[in-house]
């Protein structure tokens, strides 16, 4: 009885393990997920989010919506503007070109040979969001992309909590 939790316990932690794809945090490499903001003059960020392959469009453009908040409430600012967004998928493909096998089997009551070929490859599609923000006293206080810093983050919070933010 107590092997079946043990090995129960060693499948639930697995599993919770694979479940948890990439959370809402700092890419660390070039090609990482994750956001980066970089300053671009004194009141201006470029600020993305790289989701990885499965992560859902709206999901990732919700992290760079609530990068964009933590960006302006770090600096001190209320609100925000974003002049300019993009969401771009990105694709990569692994294991290309073709390849083939002969293999043999048997077992009673039955044997075999087997030829095969493959055209391999398997593409991995994910999503980026890029903003241009702007924060400071040019920030008019309502408007077209004007964003309250502090309500975005109230209202993404729980959905960022939940995608292993």
């Known amino acids: 009885m107590n092997r079946k939790i043990f090995v129960l316990a060693i499948c ?18 070039p090609d990482d997920y994750g956001y980066r903001d970089t300053l671009l003059t004194s009141d201006r960020y470029r600020v993305s989010f790289s989701g990885d392959s499965g992560m859902a469009r709206e999901t990732v453009e919700n992290f760079a919506l609530f990068r964009a908040a933590d960006v302006a409430v770090n600096r001190g600012a209320t609100r925000f503007r974003i ?20 293999g043999y089997g048997w077992g009673y009551p039955f044997w075999g040979t087997s030829i095969g070929y493959s055209t391999g490859g398997a593409s991995r599609t994910r ?19 004007v ?7 109230r209202n993404l919070s729980t959905a960022v909590a939940a995608d292993g933010g």
Not at 135 to 145: A, K, Y
Not at 147 to 153: D, G, P, Q, R
């Open 12 to 29: 639930g932690a697995l599993l919770s393990a694979c479940a948890s794809g990439p959370a809402y945090r700092p890419a660390v490499e």
């Open 83 to 102: 002049n300019s967004r993009e969401t771009s998928p990105v694709t990569s493909y692994s294991g290309g070109g073709p390849s083939t096998s002969i």
């Open 127 to 145: 999503y980026e969001t890029v903003l241009e923000i702007q924060i400071g006293d040019e920030v008019p206080e309502q408007g077209q992309d």
């Open 147 to 153: 964003y309250n810093a502090t309500e975005l983050k």
